[in-house]
């Protein structure tokens, strides 16, 4: 096979591969309108041909217009900067192709290379067969060479980001484990010796799992809503998961704004719902029954106060979402949501404030409310900022 043919079938495979993907992409954002406003953005002779709304006559040639020209509009949320620099190649490649022009080894290797972290990065099916193609070519030395500092220079955390992330549990997490390890063993003191080290020991293992549940759930979301993932970190404070550099679940589209924040509680709901039903079947007393009744306690706990209607909670951004659904507006969206926020931040402030002259571990419990109030002031203030901020997305 020629290298113009290789080029060929890579370009197939990207098309297989790419036009779900862009025309999913532009009726998420666009609704009925798609393929009105897909026409405005295709040259003239594109335009012609590109068929009916009911039956559009894409080719690769299309897509990848669609995406370069529309970039900011539509593909900016879903993708990063590694794709966009892939579309330009495998745009010139095309060119190239349709006017017959010779491929080196080198330019064949490459373009089949970008298709293939193209496809791997919108997670299309297809990705697999042209990893295939590129790992049956010969490879030259030289593109070796080249290919790794290219993506070195370019961004370091794509291709397999979309499937894989780094998990990190920063030392105060565990120096949380230990010392509710050290609480919970105080707190269960009318328990005889087994089940206390039991429960004493099993209690900052659940919590741990529960919360790092809870950010796989934001995670999975987010990578079906094409998003990378870079890592779930685990903190005391709770655990937060982060997209990789210029990723903003903020301009996401409206569903998968919702369901990427909606999915923590909603993992929590799910397993208290699922260890409930362990708990309904197990012997009274047995410990599967006293530690399924933990861990339906605590995810109740965590997916509720997650829930709270406020940022940087989950609860701030589902009101968000649900808000973006019913007025059909980001802004207006984001205002109500912040304002209410900042009103309940505010009232956190003042309340434990005044509380906060009771003494012990009231004043402790009032001074975290405190601390977490002013949290919620900065964190809604932020998201007012985002709607104003264009280069929140870069
Ligand atoms: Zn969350």
Do not use: C
Request: charged share 20%; glycine share 8%.
């Amino acid at each position: 096979m020629t290298n113009h043919e290789l080029v060929g079938r890579a370009l197939e495979l990207l098309k297989q591969g790419l036009v779900p993907f862009v025309e999913r992409e532009l009726k998420n954002k666009h609704g009925q309108a798609w393929f009105e406003h897909t026409l405005s953005v295709l040259s003239e002779s594109q335009a012609r041909q590109f068929g009916t709304a009911d039956k559009p006559r894409w080719d690769v040639a299309t897509a990848l217009g669609v995406v370069w020209n529309e970039w900011d509009v539509v593909f900016r949320a879903s993708l990063g900067q590694a794709e966009r620099t892939h579309i330009r190649e495998l745009r010139d490649a095309r060119n190239r192709w349709a006017h017959q022009e010779p491929f080196s080894n080198d330019h064949a290797y490459r373009t089949i290379d970008s298709t293939a972290r193209l496809l791997t990065a919108i997670s299309a099916p297809e990705a697999s067969d042209a990893r295939k193609m590129k790992t049956n070519l010969q490879r030259p030395r030289f593109v070796e060479q080249t290919a790794q500092s290219a993506t070195r220079s370019s961004k370091p955390t794509k291709g397999t980001a979309a499937t894989s992330f780094e998990l990190k549990i920063g030392w105060s997490a565990w120096l949380g484990v230990a010392a509710l390890y050290v609480i919970s063993f105080r707190a269960l003191a009318h328990l005889d010796g087994g089940e206390r080290v039991l429960l004493a020991l099993t209690g900052p293992v659940i919590i741990l799992a529960s919360v790092l549940a809870h950010e796989l759930g934001h995670a999975f979301t987010m990578t079906i809503a094409g998003m990378k993932v870079q890592k779930i970190v685990l903190e005391i404070w709770g655990g937060y998961t982060q997209g990789a550099k210029g990723e903003n679940p903020f301009k996401l589209p409206t569903g998968k704004y919702f369901w990427t924040f909606f999915a923590g509680p909603g993992t929590n709901f799910l397993i208290a719902f699922i260890a409930f039903l362990v708990q309904r079947k197990a012997a009274p007393g047995s410990t599967p029954q006293v530690v399924s009744e933990v861990v339906v306690g605590l995810n109740l706990y965590l997916g509720a106060l997650n829930l709270i209607p406020v940022f940087p909670l989950d609860g701030g951004h589902v009101l968000r979402g649900i808000l973006m659904a019913m007025t059909g507006r980001r802004v207006l969206a984001t205002l109500i949501s912040a304002s209410l926020s900042i009103a309940l931040g505010a009232v956190g402030l003042i309340y434990s404030y005044d509380k906060l002259t009771t003494d012990g571990i009231s004043a402790l419990r009032w001074g975290l409310v405190g601390l977490f109030s002013v949290v919620v002031l900065f964190a809604s203030l932020q998201a007012l900022k985002n709607i104003f901020d264009r280069s929140a997305d870069r």
